[in-house]
């Protein structure tokens, strides 16, 4: 909004070019976000508490969960009003790729809003898992198609490993951006089960596609590491830049001892658009490498499943992986930190791809 308010009067205002840099509006967007979070914070703490969102804790967890009970959930409401006005205000609105991350973070927020109020209503089940696989399918093809209806779009397929390999795979791309969204947002749904355990590498993740963003939409820069060049890409950095800044904000409240949990309004719609992006840049390996917190937690739920159908035996003490740590005697904030600390050094694994061709 601002930068369509500002642009055209540029050059009339004395440093107000600086508005046309996505450089200069990520900065702000990051700074906008974490500010409103701050702000809002406090009154969407006590409008949960009002509400009796209350988070369900289950009955077969960790122990140390039962003294959770009763902080406030759905908190991840925070991060979407803290990154939706911060996109609005800095972010070019007459660009297909960040619609289609503004639909992704609303729709799959708003399944997850649904879900938290089932479980709110209803003990521990929320949606069944099938309302809410085909909700979630139906919105990823939905962003699929925004995506690749823009002119700017292409279907070409890129690895960081083979320079010259980059088939295009033509509508099959839809079917990509289906299992990467749904992939992305239910992994970092399984991720937030500890105090901060979830914003941490959704932070770190924002940051890597904040470069891989970058990278795509500017013609020489993509070209001289021979990727893919995707114009209007450039944007979404912005968009990660916002949601750095609200996690941070949210992490004020949500680090141990939590005073509110995200929710799966949070954790979904945070995870579905860290997918939309990467799909938009072309960099679903990257996603891959940097979101691997969250890959490992979906293995080992995956893992466990699959194990104990066929032998009857359990690999880890209790699936997704940080709880098989916190029954193994780790404190929680322990189990936390490290793996913000793997989260960091897969981040910058993930950015060396971008030297690998």
Same mark, same amino acid.
């Given at each position: 909004?601002?930068?369509?308010?500002?642009?055209? &009067?540029?050059?009339?205002?004395?440093? #107000?070019?600086?508005?046309?840099?996505? /450089?200069?509006?990520?900065?702000?967007?990051?700074?906008?976000?974490? +500010?409103?979070?701050?702000?809002?914070?406090?009154?969407?703490?006590?409008? #949960?508490?009002?509400? *009796?969102?209350?988070?369900?804790?289950?009955?077969?967890?960790?122990?140390?969960?039962?003294?959770?009970?009763?902080?406030?959930?759905?908190? *991840?409401?925070? @991060?979407?009003?803290?990154?939706?006005?911060?996109?609005?205000?800095?972010?070019?609105?007459? !660009?297909?790729?960040?619609?289609? $991350? @503004?639909?992704?973070?609303?729709?799959?927020?708003?399944?997850?809003?649904?879900?938290?109020?089932?479980?709110?209503? *209803?003990?521990?089940?929320?949606?069944? $898992?099938?309302?809410?696989? +085909?909700?979630?399918?139906?919105?990823?093809?939905?962003?699929?198609?925004?995506?690749?209806?823009?002119?700017?779009? !292409?279907? %070409?397929?890129?690895?960081?490993?083979?320079? !010259?390999?980059?088939?295009?795979?033509?509508?099959?791309?839809?079917?990509?951006?289906?299992?990467? &969204?749904?992939?992305?947002? !239910?992994?970092?749904?399984? /991720?937030?089960?500890?105090?901060?355990?979830?914003?941490?590498?959704?932070? +770190?993740?924002?940051?890597?596609?904040?470069?891989?963003?970058?990278?795509?939409?500017?013609?020489? @820069?993509?070209?001289?590491?021979? &990727?893919?060049? &995707?114009? *209007?890409?450039?944007?979404?950095?912005?968009?990660?830049?916002?949601?750095?800044?609200?996690?941070?904000?949210?992490?004020?409240?949500? /680090?141990?001892?939590?005073?509110?949990?995200?929710?799966? +309004?949070?954790?979904?719609?945070?995870?579905?658009?860290?997918?939309?992006?990467?799909?938009?840049?072309? %960099?679903?390996?990257?996603?891959?490498? $940097?979101?691997?917190?969250?890959?490992?937690?979906?293995?080992?739920?995956?893992? %466990?499943?699959?194990?104990?159908?066929?032998?009857?035996?359990?690999?880890?003490?209790?699936?997704?992986?940080?709880?098989?740590?916190?029954?193994?005697?780790?404190?929680?904030?322990?189990?936390?930190?490290?793996?913000? @600390?793997?989260?960091?050094?897969?981040?910058?694994? $993930?950015?060396?791809?971008?030297?690998?061709?």
């Amino acid at each position: 909004m601002l930068y369509h308010l500002l642009y055209p &009067i540029r050059a009339k205002i004395p440093g #107000l070019g600086v508005i046309e840099y996505i /450089t200069f509006r990520t900065v702000m967007a990051t700074l906008t976000s974490m +500010v409103v979070s701050f702000v809002i914070g406090p009154y969407i703490l006590r409008w #949960l508490r009002k509400i *009796g969102a209350k988070q369900p804790i289950r009955s077969d967890g960790p122990n140390t969960h039962f003294t959770k009970e009763g902080t406030p959930t759905m908190g *991840g409401i925070m @991060i979407l009003i803290s990154v939706l006005l911060s996109v609005l205000l800095w972010a070019r609105l007459d !660009n297909y790729y960040v619609w289609a $991350a @503004i639909v992704s973070m609303v729709g799959f927020g708003a399944i997850g809003f649904l879900d938290d109020f089932a479980k709110l209503k *209803g003990g521990s089940r929320g949606l069944s $898992a099938n309302i809410r696989i +085909v909700a979630e399918a139906a919105l990823a093809i939905a962003i699929g198609f925004i995506i690749f209806s823009s002119p700017r779009s !292409n279907t %070409q397929f890129m690895s960081p490993f083979f320079k !010259n390999f980059m088939p295009d795979i033509g509508i099959f791309y839809l079917l990509l951006a289906l299992v990467v &969204i749904i992939g992305s947002a !239910n992994a970092v749904n399984l /991720t937030d089960g500890l105090d901060g355990l979830a914003i941490g590498p959704v932070m +770190v993740t924002a940051g890597v596609l904040l470069v891989f963003t970058y990278v795509a939409g500017n013609v020489k @820069i993509s070209s001289y590491l021979k &990727i893919i060049y &995707i114009s *209007g890409a450039g944007s979404l950095s912005i968009i990660c830049g916002a949601l750095i800044g609200a996690g941070l904000g949210f992490l004020w409240f949500n /680090t141990f001892p939590a005073q509110v949990f995200m929710g799966d +309004v949070g954790s979904l719609s945070l995870g579905a658009v860290l997918g939309t992006m990467a799909v938009v840049s072309k %960099q679903e390996f990257g996603l891959l490498i $940097a979101g691997g917190i969250f890959v490992l937690e979906t293995v080992s739920v995956i893992v %466990q499943v699959v194990s104990f159908k066929l032998t009857g035996k359990r690999v880890f003490m209790m699936a997704p992986l940080h709880h098989h740590f916190e029954l193994k005697g780790w404190p929680e904030p322990l189990v936390t930190v490290r793996f913000w @600390i793997i989260s960091v050094i897969l981040a910058l694994v $993930a950015l060396s791809t971008l030297k690998l061709r």
